[in-house]
């Protein structure tokens, strides 16, 4: 259940992520703003909305990085879980299987 909730977290997070990559204007654009191209009428004022941008990005990549690292530390428990439950079960069955005695091929 846990896990499940986990991934679906992991999921809307990497596609918030790279919606927020994709809206974000590089570097070359800055100096498109420098030469009078109306930055100063953005919706996050003169200074652009990459600081706030940036940020958002900073936490989303932050909550992506933990949720992979507990994804991959069930994975791991559940894998390990199957693994000792199948060995048991080998175990089970190798005790209660009957000898067989008393065949003996000429």
Do not use: C, E
Request: aromatic share 8%.
């Amino acid at each position: 259940m846990l896990q499940t909730i986990l991934l679906v977290i992991h999921v809307l997070v990497a596609i918030s992520l790279i919606t927020l990559v994709l809206v974000q204007h590089g570097k070359g654009a800055d100096i498109g703003a420098t030469f009078g191209s109306g930055a100063s009428n953005t919706m996050f004022g003169s200074q652009g909305s990459g600081s706030f941008l940036f940020k958002v990005t900073g936490v989303l990549a932050a909550i992506f990085f933990i949720t992979s690292l507990a994804l991959g530390y069930y994975a791991s428990h559940a894998y390990k879980t199957r693994t000792h439950m199948a060995a048991q079960i080998t175990k089970q069955i190798n005790n209660t299987a009957a000898p067989v005695t008393g065949t003996k091929k000429v």
